[in-house]
């Protein structure tokens, strides 16, 4: 079992940043891409952006390239994402997700395991 703990939400002004953080414990080793979804109130959960841990290739949603960074510290097991240039649309509750690889964790049916969510609130 993999255990996936976010941390770092809050609340933040439009144009302001936030790192958010994912802690990943347990068969680490079976997952090879970690990554970001984000679920806002009244709207579908959709993929923010996910990494490959042995790679580091990336990918993001269009909605938050140029904006969003993704990166991991293997040797902590941490994945992260650095949002910039906030936007109220950017409000919502992000979930860090891992699956077997980077293509199939931008697919929710294809995301083997979900933290529990941080809640992050742009006000405008």
């Known amino acids: 079992q993999v255990q996936l703990v976010e941390s770092g939400g809050g609340l933040v002004q439009a144009g302001g940043s936030l790192r958010l953080s994912c802690a990943a414990s347990?068969?680490?080793?079976?997952?090879?891409?970690m990554g970001w979804y984000r679920q806002a109130p009244g709207k579908e959960r959709e993929f923010v952006s996910a990494?490959?841990?042995?790679?580091?290739?990336?990918s993001y949603a269009d909605s938050v390239k140029g904006r969003f960074t993704v990166s991991t510290d293997n040797a902590k097991n941490t994945v992260y994402l650095q949002m910039n240039s906030l936007k109220a649309e950017d409000t919502a509750v992000y979930y860090c997700?891992?699956?077997?690889?980077?293509?199939?964790?931008?697919?929710?049916?294809?995301?083997?395991?979900w933290g529990k969510g941080t809640l992050v609130t742009v006000s405008s």
């Open positions: 997700a891992a699956a077997i690889g980077i293509a199939t964790i931008k697919f929710r049916n294809g995301v083997a395991h």
């Open positions: 990494i490959n841990w042995s790679s580091g290739t990336t």
């Open positions: 347990g068969r680490t080793f079976s997952m090879y891409a």
